[in-house]
């Protein structure tokens, strides 16, 4: 055996069909470019039809099969429609990545009930959601992956984790509930877990440059991460090799959770 043979059969994505949530831009664009390169025909799910567009061209300029569907996730209707504007490109999906997210983190005096329902709608609920439309087909046809993007908040609280640290320490709980319900039939259930990454998400942090120099100094590789670094993981996650792998927390952050 080759060792590109061997290196495809432990990572390739071919045959299989992902849809990416807020695959659009920062970490969830380079997931799913990651997995179309893989091989897997991909489907990018967010709001904006010009950075979906642009995406997607992307991917079919370097041979990948992707196709967008524009949606909202904050509302249970939105999230049923994102998924059947899904299925009616490449049918049922084998990958589901749950990237979507909002970042609304008013101090906790200030932190209203609106704050709270619609954080809670878009990164908790909607990946509920997709995981109840998806997960029992996966289960059914006997091979699934579930990856969901959550946060550091979900483990420690800082800079006013308000809403949004609730939502993704949710999500990690999520992920252990669908692994127990779902892995004994091929499908597995994990997180990622970065660190801070220089995304449209954490753009008012990056306007601080003594904010940002100060969280790359908590990691010990020296700098803060960058989309890129969840292509390799997110493959891993997806793909055949991880089969022994479910109900984890996989944490990419250069260190950032263990200084």
Known sequence: M?????????????????VVTGGSSGIGRAIAGALARAGAE???????????????GELESEGCRAAWVSADLGTGEGVRAAADGVVAVF??????????????????????EDVWDTTMAVNLKAPFLLGQRFGPGMAERGYGRIIHVS?????????????????????E???????EAWSPYGVTVNTLVPGFVL?????????DPEKVASLAARTFVGRNGLAEDFAGAAVFLAGPSSSYVTG???????GFSSH
């Open 199 to 207: 995304t449209p998400l954490n753009a008012h942090l990056a306007s």
């Open 91 to 112: 049918g049922e999906p084998d990958i589901l990545v749950n990237c979507a997210g909002i970042n609304l983190r008013p101090p906790m005096d200030d932190l209203g």
């Open 248 to 254: 984890q927390a996989l944490f990419v952050d250069g």
């Open 151 to 171: 946060s550091q908040q979900a483990h420690r609280a800082f800079v006013n984790s308000g809403a949004y640290g609730v939502s993704k320490g949710g999500l």
């Open 173 to 179: 709980s999520l992920a252990r509930s669908q692994a």
């Open 42 to 56: 991909v489907v990018v799910v967010a709001r904006r039809e010009a950075e979906l567009k642009a995406t997607v």
């Open 2 to 18: 080759s060792a590109q043979t061997y290196v495809s059969e432990l990572f390739s994505l071919a045959g299989k069909v992902a």
